[in-house]
């Protein structure tokens, strides 16, 4: 008798691919032999399209890159220019930006939390996270003008001044008061521990081997966050989470615990900018910005893991290359390995706790 | 970093600063100083096409000890040795580069378009790339 | 022969219509009654379900079409009657279309040989519920067909997920039925609503000497159904949706309507068996006119099982899902020992003189 194996075609249009994501799976019943993952189905290009673009037009599509954590992007690509012309920011600024990235860490780990209970067949906390996201893009939206592509921040500073802070400390108060309300409902429950804990291990040195970062990392027992040295975060008292396990639950534990941590981070920025004075900036004159030449380089903690940007300049008003880090990239890539054995009902569970968003693989 | 035990081992290579500029042996190179020194991930690598029709590889290693950069910088023509068997995430590193690069890594068979079509002719990161594609216009003008 | 069945002849005689022409519409009628009343049920059903799943997640539900949203469901019902039949070219043609034709007559047998008053069951035989336990493991097969037909991986994944989930979940089941059976000496299900007539109020059903049974019994009609934290066969997140994958148009609403009618069916049958049937918990009814204690007796049972979907209900609105593993072990490990369990509790009740629970 010969042993045939079944080829499935998990995605792109998937309900859990979160996007586009495309696995192809060899089983034996339901047990996966291997995992091909095959991604591009989202690409727009966006490192060709810099190589055309002045900074300032790249500017607003760098949020793009990933539409869950724009602010991200955004304060990367305005950390280059400012890193090349020697542009120190004013505290303030720094200060705003500080707040907005972790409220947008906030929310992105919220839509985490919801769509990864979607993936293991809960409704309700899909719509719980994001109600309480839903608060977040809001102040985003009085502040920004948009939900999600903000283009908010600009080189030298922001587009202007804080404001609605009252709303922050609202949405603070209310979400660390509805994370134990997830966790009577989530973390309490015993078929959320039973397809969790113990599910797609990762350890170590396979999470380091495969250049994983952020949460995934710290929830393998790796100590590394880069907002400890991080300038933008000088004066801040940072918690970091880092738990031992590395399975599915700990990457849950992990995001929630974050959540709080990065709560006590927009406390203290909003301690500092409820005393401090009007906004004054000198913003960079975008205009005819030509960027030294040279290598230029930085890095910052995104939600799904280490992101940064590279640049090339020849003093021209585009860059020569610019090429991004993203952290789901590596995750994806890490399916190859962290799928095989598992079923498909777990492999579901274990790619769903990776975190993967796709327009950040993409690009 | 004390870098005279990787100066007596790879005398040819140039050290400035956190950058580590090498002519050969990429793979030896990576693989002593993953031996040797404490980095531990490699973040990314990237390809630059230079005006002079070269590539420039930069891989860049990463010490989440030592919190410390360390750039390793090889010109190469259109092709490299592969390190997926140091690092596996150099994997995907590599795909992308032979799909927008078009350079070809020795060592590592597993390589395929990842963004471009399998049949897709020419590199989109490559400078010379033809810009005004007329395969990416589907008027019906082009059907014929 | 029951009484509706000679008022029946009687209405028939009088005006001069043969007996045989009676004999044998009385047994077609209430089919289309059934299926009159299952479209209403049905589309309450879904409707009710979209505003509870709305209201436990704070949300409105639907509340566009009609007044509160009530005509929402015909609305989707219109919608589907009117799109397009697709029968994906690399199909089995007859399997595929044999299929919901065959989840449909079990369902509506089911719902015939509930008693719904006591003068009022469409189907009455004295093993109802041997008849019932074959009818509510039916659905499985065309299920199966579905899946097989379809030709396609998902699909074929849900059907032999369904299968073994219902073959695990049928064993506790029946024994489970199996010490209802016991407690009230019947295959009958009058009959076993009628043991469970109490002299005072509710005191008799058999949900308090069977508690256990009730609660596995509940278990396996959740697993039976399909229903969340079973939902493996057409888990969204995991197959698409599916068996029913390929399903399009009325194809696809005939699966939908078939999956509430069974989670209605099941619902009342878990009435009978547990809560009393059609008995008022009060030990007496409001009206004294006996034509209107059949519809007092009806609204009963309707009322019970309708605490029953809402649970059903609840249960979707809080829990993921089970492992595909966990769930066979769940039922062969836990449920099966304690259903037996539950029925030796039950034989013991019996014996020991039934004064203990009246």
Known sequence: MTITTLKLNLGPQHPSTHGVLRLLLELDGEKILSCEPDIGYLHRGMEKMAEKLSYIQYLPTVDRIDYLAGFFYSELLCRIVEKALGIEIPEKVRVIRVLLLELNRISSHLLWIGAFLMDLGAVSPFFYAFRDREMILRYFEKLTGQRMMYNYFVFGGVRRDIDFLEEVENIISVVSEKLNDYDKIITENPIFLRRTLNKGILDKETALNYSITGVNLRASGVDFDYRFQDCLYKGFDIGTVVLEKGDAFTRYQARTLEIKESIKIIRQALDYLKKSAKLEQKLVNPVNLKLPEGDYYADIEAPRGLASCFVRSLGEKEPYRLKWRTGSYYSVNLLRKLLVGEFLNDAIAISGSLDIILPEVDK | ?144 | ?358
């Open chain 3, 1 to 358: 022969m029951n009484y509706l069945y000679f008022l029946y002849i009687e209405f028939l005689q009088r005006h001069n219509i043969p007996k045989l022409f009676g004999d044998i519409t009385y047994y077609i009628i209430p089919f289309c009654i059934i299926a009159a009343a299952l479209l209403v049920v049905v589309l309450g059903l879904v409707l009710v379900e979209r505003k509870l799943l709305g209201f436990f997640t704070q949300r409105k539900g639907p509340n566009r079409v009609g007044w509160w949203g009530l005509l929402q469901t015909l609305a989707d019902a219109f919608k589907l009657l009117c799109k397009e039949n697709i029968t994906p070219c690399k199909v089995d043609r007859f399997l595929f279309n044999l299929a919901p034709v065959l989840v449909f007559i079990p369902m509506m047998t089911a719902l015939g040989i509930i008693p719904y008053s006591s003068e009022f069951t469409f189907v009455n035989t004295s093993t109802n519920v041997i008849l019932y336990l074959i009818l509510a493991a039916f659905p499985v097969l065309s299920i199966f067909l579905a899946g097989w037909a379809s030709n396609n991986k998902y699909s074929l994944f849900g059907a032999a997920r369904s299968i073994s989930q219902v073959l695990s979940y049928e064993l506790p089941m029946t024994f489970v039925i199996l010490s209802v059976v016991v407690l009230a000496s019947t295959m009958n299900l009058t009959g076993i609503t009628l043991a469970q007539t109490s002299l005072w109020r509710f005191s008799g059903w058999f949900i308090f000497p069977g508690f256990l049974g009730f609660v596995i019994l509940f278990i396996c009609i959740l697993a039976e159904l399909n229903r969340c934290p079973f939902d493996l066969p057409e888990a969204e997140s995991e197959l698409i949706c599916g068996y029913n994958t390929e399903y399009s148009g009325m194809r696809f609403a005939i699966f939908y309507l078939s999956e509430y009618g069974m989670l209605f069916a099941n619902s009342l049958f878990l009435a009978v068996l547990f809560l009393g049937g059609y008995l008022s918990p009060f030990g007496k009814y409001f009206f004294s006119s006996s034509f209107l204690i059949y519809f007092e007796q009806a609204f009963w049972l309707f009322l019970k099982a309708s605490i029953i979907v809402f649970l059903i209900i609840w249960i979707r609105a809080t829990l993921p899902r089970l492992a595909s593993f966990d769930l066979i072990k769940f039922s062969w490990a836990v449920l099966l020992p304690l259903s037996i369990l539950n029925l030796f509790i039950a034989v013991i009740i019996k014996f020991m003189g039934a004064g203990l629970c009246f």
């Open chain 2, 1 to 144: 970093m004390d870098w005279n035990k990787f100066y007596e081992v790879f005398s040819d290579c140039e050290i400035q600063g956190s950058k580590i500029l090498i002519k050969s042996r990429l793979h030896d190179v990576i693989k002593f100083i993953k031996e040797n020194y404490p980095f531990d991930i490699l973040k990314e690598i990237i390809a630059i096409h230079n005006q002079d029709g070269s590539f420039e590889l930069i891989y860049h290693l990463y010490s989440t000890i030592d919190e410390e950069n360390l750039l390793i910088s090889i010109f190469v023509k259109d092709k490299a040795e592969s390190i997926v068997d140091l690092f596996k995430s150099a994997q995907a590193d590599e795909n992308e580069i032979y799909d927008l690069f078009g350079i070809e890594f020795t060592g590592n068979d597993n390589l395929k378009r990842l963004y471009m079509p399998e049949s897709w002719e020419g590199h989109p990161l490559r400078k010379d790339y033809v810009q005004d594609d007329t395969r990416l216009c589907w008027n019906d003008d082009n059907d014929a």
